[in-house]
């Protein structure tokens, strides 16, 4: 639905460029016809009929004005058709030399389109980009949920092993009995712990499926997944920066980047050019005209040619309308300067925040990895008691869920960090870019572009 809804969008700004053609000539005809009756005193009522028929091709310049073309044919008299030279011809321009006057009023349509399609553009490639952070967030979920399940399988076989271990001392008389239900309730506590994992691996599974609108299919067969995202070389790669460049580098890509940003730059040129139109109405109206007229005399057979410059001069003296315009204008270019500078405000404290954010959990994967280190040698120290009998089973029982937790907290950490350089790369633009999907989403910018052409 998002793709559709943001297709129509760009095809609709697209179509809206066609006011390009607004100085493209423009053909219009007409016809019509009519019956004059006169009467006079003491005389019967006389009768004519006559139709005519004209074709317009009018010009808007790029100045304001407009130069029109007229051809009128005209059909009268006793019911007769007049000559081939009959009707008559008009050429004329009028051309604003104040109000009115400029390409900024003439284009101002125009601008609007192009700016709405650019917001278009860029609308349609965060689209894409968020799309891909979504899978890849989805993806790494049930790569974290596959891990989970992985650990919790392994910590059930851990516990039915020292079991094993507990009862054959138990058995040699160097434990007590009570050994073997601590471990019979730790293997139910990981039994239980497994059940919870493997639930939360299918609905993960299920999340991607729905993203990737796979339905169902997932879950009936097992879900192999060709990238570790999570991987020790995958979270070296993401514990580097977005780029080679410094965080100010990376701060000035996230605004070239920001369609919130580009957004509200469109704005404040839009603003500024109602700005122009409302100070343009404030001015009188001043206006070059010309025509030449050449028309058939009918009867006679002559021809009469008109030609006509003049200037037209029109003030109105009831102004309150156009001066609240004006200074609406004026109240609507200071909102979008203000909103400018705080939509750039919030952007570089988001991008700060956010590098800032992939430092911290860089960092967080260093000490979860130091810690979960500790905790297997502990546990290898702990394993080698037990086989001597030197160590109880509640100890051996604290270590192996602190080694459980160490786990949770690195893969978190892991996870965390990957996400983080994902924020990055989404603030950047560089996502699309980094899996390959850039150059697909560019044509297919330009294929929507191309196709909704008018």
Request: proline share 2%; net charge neutral; no cysteine.
């Amino acid at each position: 639905m998002r793709v559709a809804v943001d297709n129509l969008g760009l095809q609709a700004q697209q179509l809206a460029t066609v006011n390009r053609r607004a100085f493209l000539p423009k053909v219009s005809t007409f016809m019509g016809v009519q019956r004059q009756v006169g009467i006079e005193t003491g005389l019967p009522p006389t009768g004519v009929r006559s139709a005519q028929a004209a074709v317009n091709v009018a010009w808007q310049l790029r100045t304001g004005g407009v130069v029109a073309v007229t051809r009128a044919l005209d059909v009268g008299g006793a019911g007769g058709v007049s000559r081939p030279d009959a009707g008559s011809g008009v050429i004329s321009i009028s051309q604003p030399l104040l109000r009115g006057f400029g390409s900024a009023v003439a284009e101002a349509g125009l601008e609007a389109a192009e700016s709405g399609f650019r917001l278009a553009v860029k609308d349609v490639r965060a689209m894409a980009a968020s799309i891909v952070a979504q899978a890849l967030g989805a993806y790494v979920e049930v790569q974290t949920a596959q891990a989970a399940a992985v650990q919790a399988r392994e910590a059930l076989q851990l516990a039915q092993h020292l079991h094993e271990v507990n009862h054959t001392l138990v058995e040699a008389g160097r434990s007590a009995r009570v050994v073997l239900l601590q471990s019979e309730s730790d293997i139910a506590l990981a039994r239980a712990g497994a059940a919870q994992a493997e639930n939360a691996q299918r609905l993960a599974i299920r999340a991607l499926a729905q993203l990737m609108r796979a339905g169902n299919a997932f879950e009936q067969t097992e879900l192999v997944l060709t990238d570790e995202l999570a991987s020790d070389s995958a979270m070296a790669d993401a514990a580097g920066h977005p780029t080679s460049e410094t965080d100010r580098a990376f701060l000035d890509r996230v605004l070239t980047e920001s369609r919130e940003l580009l957004a509200a730059r469109e704005a404040l040129r839009l603003a500024e050019r109602q700005l122009q139109l409302a100070e343009n109405a404030q001015l009188p109206g001043l206006a070059l005209t010309a025509s030449y007229g050449d028309a058939s005399l009918g009867a006679t057979g002559g021809r009469r040619r008109d030609t006509q410059v003049g200037l037209l001069f029109e003030h109105s003296f009831d102004a309150a309308e156009r001066k609240l315009a004006l200074r609406a204008a004026q109240l609507a270019l200071q909102q979008a300067r203000d909103a400018l500078t705080d939509t750039e405000r919030r952007l570089r404290e988001a991008a700060t925040d956010a590098w800032r954010q992939h430092e911290f959990a860089a960092e967080q994967v260093r000490l979860a990895r130091r810690t979960l280190a500790g905790i297997e040698r502990q546990l290898d120290s702990e394993l080698t008691r037990q086989r001597m009998g030197r160590t109880s089973q509640l100890e051996l029982t604290s270590v192996q869920r602190a080694l459980s937790d160490a786990q949770r907290q690195f893969r978190a950490a892991q996870v965390q960090l990957y996400l983080g350089r994902t924020q990055l790369e989404l603030l950047d633009g560089s996502l699309l870019a980094r899996w390959g999907m850039k150059q697909t989403v560019d044509a297919w910018v330009t294929s929507l572009a191309v196709d909704s052409q008018p």
